[in-house]
């Protein structure tokens, strides 16, 4: 029997504690460290998996140290600054694009245009760098814009102006450096679509694709889809609101013509392509954004749909040799819930207690991903925006959201934050 592997995962939140549960439940895996990490992946073993624990300290030193077969990086600003160039400089395999790759997330005016060079679906956007341009760009559009600044903003770059006035305060918010800094320097005005939003992971080897299953998001901090945005307050998959046949139709219509664009403009992608995409009544898929890793609190569901082994399909498509047969999708339904920190998603505070994680996670089909949580004297507290992520799976959405619901009320910390309509809309659309 070959020697199992190694593999670190970078990042410390929700998604990269599912991953790092998921990478130790395969075969091929010996064991799993997190750098950072936070409360959840450290910990004795659980039985028949690998160990995971946490290491500290520079992603780029921490590799060179541990040596592991692979590291997976969870989030995007690693990824935009290189590390993944710089692993592969030290002969480190790494799961995630390079630099130039994962400029389809890094920059939105790098994406529009790359679609519009590709013929991808997309909404029709005017680049804005300049405050004197603003005004005859705005002209182009006869209902407000949606405003989108130009490079990373964890997520709170884009406006859906309701007005034209705030779709112009936005913009020179953003083009005046007020906003985002150099992120907003330049800006996209984009027109408003309506529909769903749906979200498509695809691992990818530079050339060839595995599409998982569909997952739906709800961004808003409030049930019904109220309030501001947020990374994500609870996800589910696979979604019924789209079939088998619509998957294809993303894949062709956008994951493969990507894909091979990509490769074709020198800037071959390896990680996941995650497509964030709107669909209007006509079914037709359309782009909103690309992401170049897993989402979050998608890696959350995605990762118990899944089955078979997730390290070799990682470590096969960060090879170039993409192995799609070690990865299929379940029968199941799984749904997760995210409890929040009181204030999220403005400023919160931390270090609040947090209770029942035990019994919640000694539930059937339940299981707990911790995101902002740190020990603190033996116990778990509190230590970000998103605290955790209840995950429920079960034969059907309704079982697996009835789990998911389950395992939140057995945890309670003080100010805690949830939506109680999470998959709510697709069980009622059926
Ligand atoms: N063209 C658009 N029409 C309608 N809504 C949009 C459009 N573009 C973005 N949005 C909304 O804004 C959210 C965030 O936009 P997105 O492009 O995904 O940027 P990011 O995730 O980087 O903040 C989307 O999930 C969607 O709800
Ligand atoms: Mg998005």
Request: aromatic letters at 4%.
């Amino acid at each position: 029997m070959p020697e199992k592997r190694k593999i670190l995962v970078i990042g410390g939140g929700g998604r990269e504690h599912a991953l790092a549960q998921r990478l130790a439940r395969s075969a091929s895996v010996g064991g799993v460290w997190v750098c950072p990490g936070n409360a959840g992946t450290e910990g004795p073993a659980a039985e028949g998996r690998a160990s995971v624990a946490n290491v500290s300290g520079e992603a780029l030193e921490v590799a060179r140290s541990l040596r592991p077969d692979l590291v997976v990086v969870g989030p995007e600003a690693p990824l935009c600054d290189g590390l993944a160039d710089r692993l592969a400089a030290e002969d480190i395999p790494c799961f995630g694009p390079t630099r130039a790759a994962a400029r389809l997330e890094g920059s939105k005016v790098f994406m529009k245009r790359f679609a519009e060079r590709h013929g991808l679906p997309t909404a029709r956007a005017v680049v804005v760098d300049d405050p004197s341009q603003l005004e005859p760009a705005l002209a182009q559009f006869e209902q407000p814009p949606v405003v989108k600044a130009d490079g990373l903003c964890a997520g709170k770059g884009v406006i859906v102006a309701s007005s034209p006035q705030q779709a112009r305060s936005a913009a020179l918010d953003m083009l005046r450096g007020e906003a985002f800094g150099s992120a907003g320097a330049r800006v996209l005005l984009e027109e408003r679509l309506e529909g769903f939003e749906v979200s498509v992971h695809a691992v990818c080897d530079g050339e060839r694709v595995l599409v998982l299953p569909a997952a739906q998001d709800h961004k808003r901090i409030g049930e019904g889809d109220t309030g501001p945005n947020t990374g994500g307050m609870g996800t589910f998959a696979p979604t019924p609101r789209v079939d088998d046949a619509w998957l294809l139709r993303v894949r062709d219509e956008l994951i493969l013509p990507t894909v091979r664009g990509m490769a074709d403009e020198g800037t071959p992608f390896r990680g996941v392509l995650f497509a964030g995409l709107m669909v209007p009544r006509d079914g037709a898929p359309r782009l909103l954004e690309f992401n170049v890793r897993f989402g979050d609190p998608e890696t959350q569901v995605l990762t118990a749909v899944a089955d078979g082994d997730f390290a070799e399909l990682l470590c096969s498509a960060a090879g170039g040799r993409l192995a799609a047969d070690s990865v299929w999708c379940s029968t199941r339904h799984a749904v997760c819930v995210v409890l929040a920190a009181a204030g999220y998603p403005g400023p919160v505070r931390a270090g609040d207690a947090i209770f029942g994680l035990g019994a919640a996670a000694g539930l059937e089909g339940v299981e707990v991903f911790h995101a902002g949580t740190r020990r603190e004297a033996g116990s778990v507290v509190t230590s970000g925006g998103r605290v955790l992520g209840v995950t429920g799976v079960g034969a059907t959405l309704a079982q697996a959201q009835a789990r998911a619901y389950e395992g939140v009320d057995c945890i309670r910390f003080e100010g805690m934050q949830l939506r109680r309509d999470i998959a709510a809309r697709a069980l009622c659309a059926r």
